[in-house]
């Protein structure tokens, strides 16, 4: 594995400049990876792999050649000799490899952020907060009432895409711990023979790990995956964010903190999210808040105790207030024995006696001793407002301002529940428990159920108004539809409106998809309190024209008028990439979502509301993934308006959440964007630029959603896919809970029931990524005028962030792999008409950016890639093969038949590797 593609190494020349910024990115990249090369290498060897160590040098030097990928090249005859172990092994051995070049790089990232240097750091193309602050043309006071308005919302998701298991994801945190010994420059000779001691004992478990999972994941797991973010990274990357921002703003002296307030909230689908997912319940939904809440008591009494124990000021030099001497006076009494050894153990010390009081009391809260906890976070938050007034009336700004403010920020973001807990469901669910409902009410009530599921009126009226008697599903999924809103409600009671409100309605076809939730809402609670926020999702092409029609039938219903009042006016929609790119290919889903989102902020104005955009952003860049900063200064003028809510999934959170300083980096950038995106100059440069080029646009949009579609509806299409790619064994994989199919009708060949992870893993595997660029090469060509196109590129937004996730689609796509993938198929027409569009998008993409080559202008990008592209490539052709084996009917005349297990079990170890070296797969 020694052949890792030379990336760049500064000059040594005496006249020779200097070295770029990306030569010594390089160059440091470059030292880690040979180190951990190196004792990769020598790991395979210690364990009697000399013959594997050769044979996967040679593999991947030969597919750092050009042309590899083609039949009969070195690297394909070399694939062509090996059995289904051997396959196997080299899998295993190429996968780490991949691993272990994701952590040199992220390594690398976390060097250049402590450095605030590079591409990561600086300016506002950059996403820096402070040159945000800096851009904003108001005064001061305007910033901070900007602030004020301020509202970031990643939500979690447990969509599978992650392909690692916990276990390696775990190895490579041990050994960035000590890569960082290895490379201190104080340690000395021992401390860094030791750390390459630590390197090779925990690369040797990572080699000897199965990257393979066995059992697939229960929603449970999965839990508890997305809490060790919050434990090992956002409780600490969250504050450093407000503090990075606070620093920006003028007037900033070190002591007048506290003025940003905590715009970050936290939601998670994970442990809510049903839709197709038969094994989250309601058990399991009241599960994960409780687990949810158990975490964050559990993080805020540590956090509590450690600054507690920092305020040791005295009475003389600090004297506290009167409110607070009369609340000690009134803990001492409700907390007798408690409050008696803290007074003991922190005589004098009235401030700190107070913060040990708020601590005991979260513990109290964590075990739920009655009269002890607190009833909320407003009452620990009104404690600690207590003795911060009482520093601040003493003069010790600083201590009030300093790591007690950062607790507040903790209480204030994450309160007593971590992250909201939001549920999802198919709209087919809500509409088949109504049939079912409606049966039982028999003609004298509902003559026609069919008609009165789609009768928004009519469900707004059973709403508002209560059933004509008490009803109960007769199936398993209906009484489950309304056991989980009855844990909504029970959850409210318990935790608060905040840890679980909102109900998402996957596929909202109609204004009577979203009465229906609140139809069954009345049944299941009857007159009890639920404050449910019911919001449509619109995924589809269609159903994205159609939305603000939806949403005008919504706002007539008598119940929309009380609900809305009750929200303050302010209402939440969500708009689907994956399924519109899946539906309408991914230019002319980018311009349905453009045109969709300036149709709903107009729709918003006109209704008097505050609406709040919740984007299903997928991490491939099929389905909406690429840079946020650039996709959040490209939306349409009024649909951020200071506030700003994504999904977060898969590999994606753990490239931006598994190290502090890059979460803290990632939520920068959508910070600043969110500060810029409404800016005047930003919005009129924008919209200018949009309405320059609306014809080209439309031009776009028709033409590469005729070119699309008539690839995807072609008889076979979806055989094809199934075919020319590990798509029916991705489940082996176990990444998730959740099925890959909504149904598993017709043998999951329908792609309207496929699902929009698998559909763009099966194609990112194929080398094809055809979900990132079809259909975009007719769209330009149909536009005719280069220059015209160029200008868009630079002065459009949009459309540059469109080209921009093409270009990174093509990138890691391999046109003579392709061709090989697709040959499976034995569709000649379809894979012509594939390898078209691939050419002519090529082309032009590289036409409009004024390049030679993909990525030439992104230097940290094309490093990236190209590191990992010969390993990739073997991968791709030990993919091949095993496929091939696989599909193809077996050679009657060969001696043996193969064998299919261990053939199917090499598959998967490949699809794995390929999935690490592409990182963004689903």
Known sequence: MSATPDVGTPSSHPDAAGPTEPELHASALQRDLDLLTELHEQVIEEAGGAELLRLVRTLVEACSEPGSGAPGSEADLLVDRLDAVTTAEVARAVTVHLHLTNLAEERQRVRSLRAEDGEFTGGIEAGGVASAVAALPESGTSVLSRLQRLAIHPVLTAHPTEARRRAVTSALVRLAAQLDRHDDPHNGPSERAHARRRLLEDIDILQRTSTLRRDRPEPRDEVKTMLSVFDQTLFRAVPRLYRTLESALPGEDGRTGGRVPAFVRFGTWVGGDRDGNPYVTAAVTRETLATQAHEALTLLSIHADRVARTLTMDVVTTPPSDALLAALEADAVALPGTFAEIAKNSPGEPHRQKLLVVAARVQATLAEQVGLAYAGPHEMLADLRLVQDSLLAAGDHRSARGELQTLVWLVETFGFHLAELEVRQHSRVHEDTLLDLFAQLGDEHVPDPQAAVADAEFLDGLARNGWPRHLSPTTDAGREALDTIRVVAWLQQRWGREACGRYIISFTRSAADLAAVRALARLAVGERPLDLDVIPLFETGQDLHNAPRILAELAALPGTEETWAAHGRRVEVMVGYSDSAKDVGPASATLTLDRAERELVAWAGENDVQLTLFHGRGGSLGRGGGPLHRAIMAQPSGSVDGRFKVTEQGEVIFARYGDVMIAQRHLERLTSAVLLADAPDVARDRETAAERYRHLADIVDTQSRGCYRALVTQDGFADLIAAVSPLDEIGDLRLGSRPSRRSGADGGRSLDDLRAIPWVFSWAQT???????????????????????????????????????????????????????????????????????????????????????????????????????????????????????????ADPRAPARPDRSAWTHALLLTVNGAAAGLQNTG
Not at 832 to 849: C, F, G, K, N, S
């Open 767 to 889: 080398r094809v990524n055809l979900p990132g660029w079809y259909g975009l090469g007719s769209g330009l060509s149909a536009v005719a005028d280069i220059d015209l196109l160029r200008r868009a590129y630079a002065e459009w937004p949009l459309f540059a962030s469109m080209i921009d996730v093409a270009e990174m689609s093509l990138a890691k796509a391999d046109r003579a792999l392709a061709e090989r993938f697709l040959a499976l198929g034995e569709r000649p027409d379809l894979a012509h008409q594939i390898l078209t569009e691939y050419d002519l998008a090529r082309r032009l993409v590289l036409a409009v950016l004024d390049q030679d080559e993909l990525l030439e202008r992104k230097p940290h990008l094309h490093t990236a890639v190209g590191l990992r592209a010969p390993y990739i490539d073997a991968l791709s052709l030990l993919q091949h093969k095993a496929l091939r084996v696989l599909r193809l009917p």
